[in-house]
């Protein structure tokens, strides 16, 4: 059996597969393990790309994590994030006496007469993201709190996201409710994922799981090779026979295989099917784009952090999406005496951001925390860029029937292959969601018949009163913007 991908979802399969008495081989085309859910490690300082908090409605999945590692290696870390707006920290979920007291006396009046206005003459067009929200929330909080973040992460206005996603997302969010909340607040609020007070997370990172991962399923006699690309997927008459990879050293080789779990990026899984695909899947695959994904971590004085694990900067005059104080997540992450501020970026591959020097983007990102007057540019001490490719599946009107259309064709031509995971599924799955689809294509490989689609929309992964947690449906894209750099 191959497992294609030692991301969390790859290597979930793989040591089910161990478990099982199997021994799969598990193709890496990167340098380490854990895909976005890695540790990265630079000169002793650990990153970790996009945070995660170690929590989940899924038992199976709390079961493995603990499986996999012992609980000493786990810290019980709490839950801080803000909104950084015009100098000021707005709790995250908000709370409304504490924006309420940023606003200010004079702000806040301005803000309820336009939610009055908003509610009594809605904007006409509300099949757009915007004129939904601003019908909820009037004009002046939609600008504070909702526009400039969303467009930083999608690269696209809010005004052509379709509202279908907000419906999702904040259907039941409401001033009245949020006024209430913020009144009577609930310890541990866990019935709602966004508002847990507290997590598990791995003392060295999420890549400790990944790595400990990959060494229980080599101890089983599986094999995970690192720097190996997959470049055919062979399918014959009866399905997937074999894959040909290419080796760390540049020669190829072909692997049988009796099935294969692809945690890969889909539009790539198409690209490899031998032979070609039909017309209509292969432009099925083309068509699933990407969001692309970079960190610039800079090493400051543990004095200039926050005990947020996240903020998100909402300032409109700055590009930098989120930052992330690694030394929240983990004292082991830092070193004493010293923390390092992870800023995030969120952009497309090729794009002047993603393509500028590191030194120009350490330079960027250090001239951002001065204007964003978190610290002083003279306090960084050191810089590292971490990029990520295809960080993050691109939902536009399309995506859905693209997804079709390939499923319905590995159904019918390949259904020994198995795609799972969130690049792997382009499905909005966060890792204990992806880890649980390669756990139930496990079973399913041993005559189980499970609906893996289904993971991530039932009843037990809503949020209060939505009707699941279904990715943002995004224009179409058919060129990646241009980034903009200005260190000044």
């Not at 006396?105 to 993201?129: K, M, T």
């Not at 090493?299 to 926050?306: C, D, N, R, T, W």
Request: with cysteine.
């Amino acid at each position: 059996m191959v497992v294609i991908g030692a991301g969390p979802a790859g290597l979930t399969a793989a040591y089910q597969l161990v478990k099982a008495g199997r021994r799969p081989v598990v193709l890496e085309a990167d340098e380490v393990v854990g895909g976005i859910s890695r540790t990265v490690v630079r000169d002793g300082w650990r990153f970790d790309i996009g945070g995660h908090r170690f929590f989940t409605k899924v038992p199976e999945v709390e079961a493995l994590w603990h499986e996999i590692l012992p609980d000493e290696d786990f810290l019980l870390r709490p839950r801080m994030s803000r909104i950084f707006y015009e100098g000021k920290y707005y709790d995250y979920p908000l709370k409304a006496m504490n924006a309420l007291v940023n606003l200010g006396p004079v702000e806040a009046v301005l803000c309820g007469l336009s939610y009055l206005r908003a509610r009594a003459a809605p904007p006409r067009d509300q099949a757009n993201y915007e004129g939904w929200l601003v019908a909820r929330f009037g004009w002046r909080l939609y600008r504070t709190f909702f526009k400039t973040y969303t467009e930083k992460v999608w690269g696209v206005p809010v005004s052509e996201m379709p509202a279908d996603w907000a419906a999702q997302r904040v259907k039941n969010l409401d001033l009245g409710k949020a006024v209430l909340n913020a009144l009577t607040p609930k310890r541990n609020q866990k019935e709602i994922t966004s508002l847990i007070e507290e997590f598990q997370y791995p003392k060295y990172g999420p890549g400790m799981m990944w790595e400990r991962c990959c060494d229980l399923v080599e101890e089983a006699g599986g094999e995970v090779r690192l720097r190996t690309a997959v470049e055919r997927i062979h399918v014959g008459p009866s399905g997937v026979e074999a894959v040909t990879v290419r080796r760390p050293d540049g020669t190829i080789e072909r692997i049988a295989a009796s099935h294969v779990v692809s945690s890969m990026p889909m539009r790539s899984l198409v690209r490899a099917l031998d032979p070609a695909p039909p017309p209509e899947v292969a432009r099925a695959g083309a068509d699933l784009h990407y969001r692309d994904f970079l960190t610039v971590a800079l090493v400051v004085p543990e004095a200039s952090g926050f005990p947020d694990n996240w903020i998100y900067i909402h300032a409109t005059d700055v590009q930098v999406g989120r930052i992330q104080n690694f030394g929240s997540w983990s004292p082991y992450m830092v070193k004493d005496g010293r923390t390092c501020l992870g800023l995030e970026y969120f952009v497309f591959e090729g794009d002047e951001l993603w393509s500028a020097p590191d030194g120009d983007l350490v330079a960027l990102a250090t001239a951002e925390l001065q204007r964003l007057g978190l610290v002083r540019a003279a306090d960084v001490e050191a810089g590292y860029v971490v990029r990520v490719p295809k960080a993050y599946p691109y939902y536009d009107f399309e995506y859905q029937a693209n997804v079709a259309t390939i499923c319905g064709f590995l159904d019918a031509h390949a259904p020994n292959l198995h795609p799972v995971g969130r690049n792997g599924m382009h499905k909005y799955n966060n890792q204990d969601h992806s880890m649980y689809t390669a756990m139930l294509t496990v079973e399913n490989i041993f005559g189980a018949d499970h609906d893996v689609w289904t993971v991530n929309v039932e009843e037990e992964y809503h949020e209060a009163g939505s009707t699941g947690r279904d990715a943002p449906v995004l224009p179409r894209r058919d060129a990646a913007p241009a980034g903009t750099l200005d260190p000044g």
